[in-house]
C-alpha cells in the first residue's frame, strides 16, 4: 500500500519542500487546507503540539503539522516563533533594518514537525546555524530565506536550487528525522485511518 502523509499547510513552498524531503523516503505528501488554531508561545513544539491536537480527528492520519522560526542571536532571539506575523509586519526590509551597525549577524533556522499518528503526536527538531546578510539576495524560496546564509555556504537560502536547500535546511532536518520514524513504525499501512478532509 501506498506511503501517504498528509501535511497541513497553505504555504505552498512548505509544501514542496515537504514533498522533495519525504518523497526521498518513500511518502507521497498530500497537502490538507485546515484550519489551524496558533498558541502564542516561545517554544515552537508547544505551537505545533497545540495546532495537531486541534485537528485530531477532522484530518486523516498520519498527518503533520510544521512551524519554524529563525532566531537572531544579537536580538535575543528574535523573531523565533513569531517570525511568520513579524513577516507579514516587519518583512526582510524591517529585519535587516534592525540590524544596521551590528556586527554580531550569527543566527539559526529552526523547525518543529509534529506528527500525529496511531493516537500520539510525536514532534522532531531540526536546526541549522548561519548568519544574515546585510541585504536581501536571491529570488527563491519564501519568508526570511533571502537573508539567512547558512554556515558553510556563500548563499542565502533563497539563491539556491531547491534541491540543496531540502537536503541542508531545518525542516529537512526535521522532516527526515519525522520520516525515519514513521518508517520504524510497525504495520504502517494496515495502521492507516482514513480522514475527514
Same mark, same amino acid.
Given at each position: !500500500? ?9 504555504? $505552498? ?16 505528501? =498530500?497537502a490538507v487546507n485546515a484550519r489551524k488554531l496558533? *498558541?502564542?508561545?516561545?517554544? #515552537? ?9 486541534? *485537528? ?12 519554524? @522560526? &529563525? ?24 529585519? #535587516?533594518? /534592525?540590524?544596521?551597525?551590528? $556586527?554580531?549577524?550569527?543566527?539559526? %533556522?529552526?523547525?518543529?514537525?509534529? #506528527? ?9 527538531? @531540526?536546526?541549522? =546555524?548561519?548568519?544574515?546578510? %546585510? $541585504?536581501?539576495? @536571491? ?15 556563500? *548563499?542565502?537560502?533563497?539563491? !539556491?536550487? &531547491?534541491? /540543496? ?17 514513521? /518508517? ?14
Open positions: !500500500m501506498e506511503r501517504r502523509v498528509y501535511f497541513v499547510t497553505t504555504n $505552498e513552498g512548505k509544501l514542496r519542500e515537504a514533498r522533495i524531503v519525504l518523497g526521498k523516503y518513500g511518502f507521497r505528501v =498530500e496558533e *498558541l502564542q508561545s516561545e517554544s #515552537l513544539e508547544e505551537v505545533v503540539s497545540f495546532a495537531a491536537a486541534q *485537528l485530531v480527528g477532522k484530518v486523516a492520519e498520519p498527518f503533520v503539522v510544521e512551524d519554524a @522560526g &529563525l532566531f537572531i542571536q544579537s536580538l535575543g532571539g528574535f523573531p523565533g516563533p513569531y517570525s511568520s506575523y513579524v513577516y507579514r509586519t516587519l518583512g526582510v526590509k524591517g529585519v #535587516l533594518k /534592525l540590524l544596521e551597525g551590528v $556586527e554580531d549577524r550569527r543566527a539559526k %533556522f529552526v523547525s518543529v514537525s509534529a #506528527l500525529c499518528f496511531q493516537g500520539e503526536t510525536r514532534t522532531f527538531k @531540526g536546526e541549522i =546555524e548561519g548568519t544574515i546578510s %546585510f $541585504e536581501a539576495r @536571491g529570488s527563491a524560496g519564501f519568508g526570511f530565506d533571502p537573508i539567512f546564509i547558512p554556515d558553510g555556504y556563500d *548563499l542565502t537560502f533563497a539563491e !539556491m536550487a &531547491l534541491q /540543496l536547500k531540502c537536503e541542508i535546511s531545518h525542516r529537512a532536518r526535521s522532516l527526515s528525522a519525522l520520516a525515519n520514524h514513521l /518508517l520504524r513504525v510497525r504495520d504502517f499501512s494496515s495502521n492507516f485511518k482514513p480522514g475527514y478532509v
